[in-house]
């Protein structure tokens, strides 16, 4: 399996824990304020992630080169800017909101270089395949 699919996997079992912790803490003290915060780090943080890996474990082709961990580092920052900035400003710190704008276009930055990775037809292997042949 790919270096950046296993990168995914793990990063995507942390923020299953803290979307299941986010849960708990609301469960358990009966407010529920922050359940956008709960659904963006279960979403974007475990199901989203373990989908990238998915894939790519499945084309390995196109983890290859820099763009995919480039493309992993631009999302994973976005999640993590993200989700701490939306906690805390559904939790009344209005101020954040900025930065919560910012998590999410990082975030965005990240699905279209992925985007772009699953429809562009070009990997590694097929520059090294057109280089030697010419």
């Not at 993590?80 to 990082?106: D, K, R």
Request: hydrophobic letters at 55%.
């Amino acid at each position: 399996m790919p270096k950046v699919a296993q990168y995914y996997f793990k990063t995507a079992i942390v923020f299953l824990i803290i979307g299941i912790c986010m849960g708990l803490q609301m469960s358990i003290g009966g407010n529920h304020n922050v359940i956008g915060a709960h659904a963006h780090v279960n979403l974007l943080g475990w199901v989203t992630m373990a989908l990238f890996g998915s894939y790519l474990a499945i084309a390995p082709a196109k983890a290859e080169g820099r763009l995919a961990m480039i493309q992993y580092y631009v999302y994973t920052a976005g999640v993590v800017i993200i989700t701490p900035s939306l906690y805390f400003m559904l939790l009344g710190n209005e101020a954040l909101e900025p930065l919560v704008a910012i998590g999410s276009l990082i975030s965005f930055a990240g699905v279209l270089l992925f985007a772009y990775m699953i429809f562009s037809g070009e990997t590694s292997a097929s520059r090294r395949e057109a280089a030697a042949g010419s």
